[in-house]
Antibody
Framework: EVQPVESGGGLVQPGGSLRLSCAASGLTFRTYEMNWVRQAPGKGLEWVSYISGSGTTMSYADSVKGRFTISRDNARDSLYLQMNTLRAEDTAVYYC???????????WGQGTLVTVST | EIVLTQSPGTLSLSPGERVTLSCRASQSVSSSYLAWYQQKPGQAPRLLIYGASSRATGIPDRFSASGSGTDFTLTISRLEPEDFAVYYCQQYGSSPRYTFGQGTKLEIK
């Protein structure tokens, strides 16, 4: 299957904002739940956010609640993550991942690196 | 919040050996919602197992998994050179929606 492709990462100062995108064409996108998962340098995986196929249900990790907003555009087969009030601890590779059978995550992008630093 | 603890943190083994990785939950997990992933350096995670024991598409049968309640295991029957990687367990719950273990690193002895 076609792998999702993330973009939008980069270097941002603490307190700044960034918008990540995930292009998921060819995946019958609108039928799948989608997630953002991040991995700080040298660390493990941390789930960040979820959105239902229709885009009507979202949820967030406590660490990003109130600062990050997940959204999707099914007409464009795209997933987004708006990240505001960024902190140094948000520095990570951010992956988009497709929700699959029994709430596993079966298709992952290659990730986009977000670095929050002065 | 359910915490997943994987052990050991690192394993040094040789190709051809058999290995069993452990994932223990701080409270009972629905076995339907337990998955395992493999991650190699510089790559995204790859789904190996879902529903505690079902292999994902294209995963070789040397990978098997089992468990229920709070104790889950992933077994690789005969290590191939490409199996040396980090392995994560993951469970699905209500809040947070997904939780991962801290990972077990398999390294070549």
């Amino acid at each position: 299957e076609v792998q999702p492709v993330e973009s939008g990462g980069g270097l941002v100062q603490p307190g700044g904002s960034l918008r990540l995108s995930c292009a998921a064409s060819g995946l019958t996108f609108r039928t799948y739940e989608m997630n953002w998962v991040r991995q700080a340098p040298g660390k493990g995986l941390e789930w960040v956010s979820y959105i239902s196929g229709s885009g009507t249900t979202m949820s967030y990790a406590d660490s990003v609640k109130g600062r990050f907003t997940i959204s999707r555009d099914n007409a464009r087969d795209s997933l987004y993550l708006q990240m505001n009030t960024l902190r140094a601890e948000d520095t990570a590779v951010y992956y988009c991942a497709r929700g699959a059978t029994l709430y596993s995550l079966d298709l992952w992008g290659q990730g986009t690196l977000v670095t929050v630093s002065t | 919040e359910i915490v997943l603890t994987q052990s050991p943190g690192t394993l040094s083994l040789s190709p051809g050996e058999r290995v069993t990785l452990s994932c223990r939950a701080s409270q009972s997990v629905s076995s339907s919602y337990l998955a395992w992933y493999q991650q190699k350096p510089g790559q995204a995670p790859r789904l190996l197992i879902y529903g505690a024991s079902s292999r994902a598409t294209g995963i070789p049968d040397r990978f098997s998994a089992s468990g229920s309640g709070t104790d889950f295991t992933l077994t690789i029957s005969r290590l191939e050179p490409e199996d040396f990687a980090v392995y994560y367990c993951q469970q699905y719950g209500s809040s947070p929606r997904y939780t991962f273990g801290q990972g077990t690193k398999l390294e070549i002895k």
